[in-house]
Nanobody, 125 residues
Framework: QLTLVNSGGGLVHAGGSLTLSCTASGYSLDYITIGWFRQAPGKQREGIAYVRAITDTSYFADAVKGRSTIFRDDVKNAVYLQMNDLKPEDTAVYYC??????????????????WGQGTQVTVSS
């Protein structure tokens, strides 16, 4: 049974940075797709980034493009989303998700098999 744990959220001033973690247990993250999503109060969950191991590619939504990076630590079996130049509109609960088959997950929520519990990011102006 794969378990994902999100961490790294917090309160940060606009312009600051955070690195969010997605740590897996029970399954290797080596050959799968990992997506990052967020849900702001009163809004639908939106996909903001994903990394696809089988093609070694990553993709970022326009909302975070140019100020976000995804990187992984294979020893810790974890994937990280670093976000810079944070804005108040980035305030949301952030989730990671995994597509075990590796070729389905993208910015839409379909195609993901497991989800983390989420971590709150609050950006003050």
């Amino acid at each position: 049974q794969l378990t994902l744990v999100n961490s790294g959220g917090g309160l940060v001033h606009a312009g600051g940075s955070l690195t969010l973690s997605c740590t897996a247990s029970g399954y290797s993250l080596d050959y799968i797709t990992i997506g990052w999503f967020r849900q702001a109060p009163g809004k639908q969950r939106e996909g903001i980034a994903y990394v696809r191991a089988i093609t070694d590619t990553s993709y970022f939504a326009d909302a975070v493009k140019g100020r976000s990076t995804i990187f992984r630590d294979d020893v810790k079996n974890a994937v990280y989303l670093q976000m810079n130049d944070l804005k108040p509109e980035d305030t949301a609960v952030y989730y990671c998700a995994v597509d075990l088959r590796g070729d389905r997950g993208a910015l839409g929520a379909d195609g993901y098999d497991y989800w983390g519990q989420g971590t709150q990011v609050t950006v003050s102006s």
